[in-house]
Nanobody
Framework: QVQLVESGGGLVQPGGSLRLSCAASGSIFSINAMGWYRQAPGVQRELVAV???????NYADSVKGRFTISRDNAKNTVYLQMNSLKPDDTAVYYC?????????????????WGQGTQVTVSS
């Protein structure tokens, strides 16, 4: 089994910073891409940022220049550095991993989600 454990959420004032972490553990052969999504109340879950195994990155337009995604392959961990936070960034942030596992002797692609961590930007 695979688990994604997130940490780093909390309450921050507008203009402040937070750093989210997500560590993947369990029976993992390799990780292709890891990313962060967010969901505010009454809104569809949206992509925030994603990083591939080759360290290519992609960001939502709303966070470009403010958020930075990075990963530590040795630790199977992805980070999201969030600067210049705005009230509109308030949401539950979810970690996502696209990875390869060997199950029953067969290699296959699997997708996993973390449990979510709340980020609240408010004065």
């Amino acid at each position: 089994q695979v688990q994604l454990v997130e940490s780093g959420g909390g309450l921050v004032q507008p203009g402040g910073s937070l750093r989210l972490s997500c560590a993947a553990s369990g029976s993992i052969f390799s990780i292709n891409a890891m990313g962060w999504y967010r969901q505010a109340p009454g809104v569809q879950r949206e992509l925030v940022a994603v990083i591939t195994g080759g360290d290519s990155t992609n960001y939502a337009d709303s966070v470009k220049g403010r958020f930075t995604i990075s990963r530590d392959n040795a630790k199977n961990t992805v980070y999201l550095q969030m600067n210049s936070l705005k009230p509109d960034d308030t949401a539950v942030y979810y970690c996502n991993a696209d990875l390869v596992r060997r199950v029953g002797g067969v290699y296959g692609k699997y997708e996993y989600w973390g449990q979510g961590t709340q980020v609240t930007v408010s004065s």
